[in-house]
């Protein structure tokens, strides 16, 4: 049971480079979560997935597209990246019931440059 | 919109007890959360609190709801070098949470 992982864990891309960062869960959960942090400013929500088959926008989610590819697999992508995207993303899921509490993956460190 | 508030730094020396406080404005939550991120890892949930609740103890951690003025704290007894950390508090909306902007505890020999 490895919980939620996440790849990669570090990347460099240059200004206006794609790629797609991963996300896994096996724990069944419902709902999945991609948040960005950055120092002084907590955790900000991009998208999250309530349930397979949906996405909602989140409070940052320009410059990025996700995909709930099935229960399991929650992706995040940046279409042309950004110095400003630079930070550390964090996908997270939550089963839908009991106490709400969120598990979250390791992270990816992005630089962008 | 909801919000939560913290303040980003807490400094305390060895041994002594730690208080980490938030404020929050969605009065319908139900669930508060302090979650703990040590450097280079994700977040884990530390402890919560149900809304009906005033007070939770575990171990060394004490959670305390002041739903009037919507205040949580949390209290970590005799702190040490392990619980240097980001703390971050939380309250849920649905199933979104809204997040603090983290504490940072530092520990001092």
């Known amino acids: 049971n490895a919980g939620v992982t996440q790849t990669p864990k570090f990347q460099v891309l240059k200004t206006g480079q794609s790629m797609t960062l991963q996300c896994a869960q096996d724990?069944?959960?419902?709902?999945m979560y991609w948040y960005r942090q950055d120092p002084g400013m907590g955790l900000r929500l991009i998208y999250y997935?309530?349930?397979?088959?949906?996405?909602d926008k989140g409070e940052v989610p320009n410059g990025y597209n996700v995909s709930r590819l099935n229960k399991r697999e929650f992706s995040l992508r940046l279409e042309s990246a950004a110095p400003s995207q630079t930070s550390v993303y964090f996908c997270?899921?939550?089963?839908?019931?009991?106490?709400?509490?969120?598990?979250f993956g390791p992270g990816t460190r992005l630089t962008v440059l | 919109g909801e919000d939560v508030e913290q303040s980003l730094f807490l400094s305390v020396r060895e041994g002594d007890s730690s208080v980490i406080n938030c404020t929050y404005t969605d009065s319908s939550s139900t669930y508060l959360y302090w979650y703990k991120q040590e450097p280079g890892a994700g977040l884990q949930l530390l402890t919560y609190i149900f809304s009906n609740m005033d007070m939770k103890q575990d171990q060394r951690l004490t959670v305390l709801l002041n739903k009037k003025d919507k205040h949580l704290s949390l209290r970590i007894a005799d702190t040490q070098t392990g619980d240097s950390a980001i703390y971050f508090c939380?309250?849920?909306?649905?199933?979104?949470?809204?997040w603090g902007a983290g504490t940072k505890l530092i520990i001092k020999p």
């Open positions: 997935s309530a349930s397979e088959g949906t996405t």
């Open positions: 939380a309250e849920n909306d649905n199933y979104q949470l809204i």
């Open positions: 997270a899921s939550f089963p839908g019931t009991g106490r709400n509490e969120q598990f």
């Open positions: 724990m069944n959960h419902n709902s």
